[in-house]
């Protein structure tokens, strides 16, 4: 009876410290009564008069354990919670409801947070029809096609290469002050042949237009043009000016650390992911791109893993949903071999997204 006792005490630490008392006692007590039904029906004219109301809040205790503490309401803040299912369900009452071109995007990014690219085209697609001349809503559509691209045959992603190009430029034509529709068109001029669009001068043109609107990413522009280049010495130069005009922000050093990886200077990497992590972080998903840049390269897990925690414990954002956050802390503790946290950190996962792949196969490898 002490967990109903503490109920009385202390609600808060009946509910946070004694969850497992709190399971054990009522786990008990069902399994009794079916165990001894006359000692049940003694214990009910007896005791459960006086019991009732501990128990109903334990129940009420109980059935607070299986809610977020601060359940988000909208499909954003739904989606920003990394709490897929529940944004695909809500969403998908509102379409049924009222059809609205808003509601296709946020069905195309929840698709989009799922990995399931294909599965988010015709959302995406549908958005764009219904607002053909909101910017944001081409530059998801260019996303999806451009993530679907990168993981299909060659004739395919050549098709969809062409599509990336026409969404990413309408979205900078209807709107020429996002900074991130014209990194994304930046980026898609660096990376895609000429075939179907590409082009260095077209890249650096992007980063001179993003000078006045941000001028960090205009210095990661420049900064990639160079890497591509081989001019390690100017990309370095460039990524370190990123870092000042962002006035140190968590993204730069990030970009900085990633390029440290890619030159195999992994010692320098650290330092800089270190770095970032002692100043005010000013973009929370910093942190899990420095945690998933050490989880590849098989370095600093400890340091992984603080990231992620820190992450967790901050205001998620879409950008990198806590599915995913919670899946790459389960596949550091299974590196470590805590198979038995590994598998929680799973099924944290899966109770946000259940078809997430990546989080049923952990489960499945930790044998839980």
Same mark, same amino acid.
């Given at each position: 009876?002490?967990?109903?006792? $503490?109920?009385?005490?202390?609600? *808060?630490?009946?509910?946070?410290?004694?969850?497992?008392?709190?399971?054990?006692?009522?786990? %008990?007590?069902?399994? %009794? #009564?079916?165990?001894?039904?006359?000692?049940?029906?003694?214990?009910?004219? #007896?005791?459960?008069?006086?019991?009732?109301?501990?128990?109903?809040?334990?129940?009420?205790?109980?059935?607070?354990?299986?809610?977020?503490?601060?359940?988000?309401?909208?499909?954003?803040?739904? +989606?920003?919670?990394?709490?897929?299912?529940?944004?695909?369900?809500?969403?998908?009452?509102?379409?049924?409801?009222? =059809?609205?071109?808003?509601?296709?995007?946020?069905?195309?990014?929840?698709?989009?947070?799922?990995?399931?690219?294909?599965?988010?085209?015709?959302?995406?697609?549908?958005?764009?029809?219904?607002?053909?001349?909101?910017?944001? !809503?081409?530059?998801?559509?260019?996303?999806?096609?451009?993530?679907?691209?990168?993981?299909?045959?060659?004739? /395919?992603?050549?098709?969809?290469?062409?599509?990336?190009?026409?969404?990413?430029?309408?979205?900078?034509?209807?709107?020429?002050?996002?900074?991130?529709?014209?990194?994304? +068109?930046?980026?898609?001029?660096?990376?895609?042949?000429?075939?179907?669009? %590409?082009?260095?001068?077209?890249?650096?043109?992007?980063?001179?237009? +993003?000078?006045?609107?941000?001028?960090?990413?205009?210095?990661?522009?420049?900064?990639?043009?160079?890497? /591509?280049?081989?001019?390690?010495?100017?990309?370095?130069?460039?990524?370190?000016? &990123? #870092?000042?005009? =962002?006035?140190?922000?968590?993204?730069?050093?990030?970009?900085?650390?990633?390029?440290?990886?890619?030159? =195999?200077?992994?010692?320098?990497?650290?330092?800089?992911?270190?770095?970032?992590? =002692?100043?005010?972080?000013?973009?929370? $998903?910093?942190?899990?791109?420095?945690?998933?840049?050490?989880?590849?390269?098989?370095?600093?897990?400890?340091?992984?893993?603080?990231?992620?925690?820190? !992450?967790?414990?901050?205001?998620?954002? @879409?950008?990198?949903?806590?599915?995913?956050?919670?899946?790459?802390?389960?596949? +550091?503790?299974? *590196?470590?071999?805590?198979? *038995?946290?590994? &598998? @929680? @950190? !799973?099924?944290?996962?899966?109770?946000?997204?259940?078809?997430?792949?990546?989080?049923?196969?952990?489960?499945?490898?930790?044998?839980?």
């Amino acid at each position: 009876m002490q967990f109903v006792e $503490a109920v009385h005490s202390d609600p *808060k630490q009946a509910l946070f410290a004694q969850r497992r008392d709190c399971l054990e006692f009522v786990e %008990g007590f069902v399994q %009794g #009564i079916w165990a001894n039904p006359a000692k049940y029906r003694a214990f009910c004219g #007896i005791t459960i008069a006086r019991l009732a109301p501990s128990l109903l809040t334990s129940f009420s205790l109980l059935a607070m354990l299986s809610l977020p503490i601060a359940a988000a309401e909208t499909p954003q803040e739904l +989606l920003a919670a990394g709490r897929v299912d529940q944004a695909l369900q809500a969403l998908e009452r509102q379409i049924q409801t009222t =059809s609205t071109a808003e509601t296709y995007n946020l069905l195309c990014r929840a698709h989009f947070e799922l990995d399931a690219w294909d599965a988010g085209i015709p959302a995406c697609e549908k958005a764009v029809s219904l607002a053909p001349d909101t910017g944001l !809503y081409h530059l998801w559509l260019g996303r999806i096609y451009g993530e679907s691209a990168d993981r299909t045959n060659f004739l /395919k992603a050549a098709g969809l290469a062409k599509k990336v190009h026409t969404e990413f430029e309408r979205a900078v034509a209807l709107d020429p002050t996002s900074w991130e529709a014209r990194t994304d +068109l930046a980026e898609f001029y660096l990376e895609a042949p000429a075939i179907v669009g %590409g082009g260095e001068d077209k890249a650096r043109a992007q980063a001179d237009a +993003l000078l006045a609107l941000n001028p960090g990413m205009a210095h990661w522009v420049r900064a990639r043009l160079a890497q /591509k280049n081989k001019d390690v010495v100017m990309a370095e130069q460039e990524y370190r000016a &990123a #870092i000042d005009a =962002s006035h140190g922000g968590a993204r730069a050093w990030v970009n900085l650390a990633g390029f440290y990886r890619h030159t =195999s200077r992994l010692e320098d990497m650290e330092r800089a992911l270190l770095t970032m992590e =002692s100043r005010p972080i000013d973009r929370p $998903a910093a942190l899990m791109d420095a945690a998933g840049m050490l989880f590849r390269t098989g370095r600093a897990d400890p340091m992984a893993m603080r990231l992620v925690r820190r !992450y967790l414990a901050s205001a998620t954002v @879409e950008e990198w949903p806590a599915f995913k956050a919670h899946n790459l802390l389960g596949e +550091l503790l299974e *590196k470590q071999g805590d198979f *038995k946290a590994a &598998a @929680e @950190e !799973y099924r944290s996962a899966l109770s946000m997204a259940h078809t997430f792949n990546r989080a049923q196969e952990g489960l499945q490898r930790v044998g839980r």
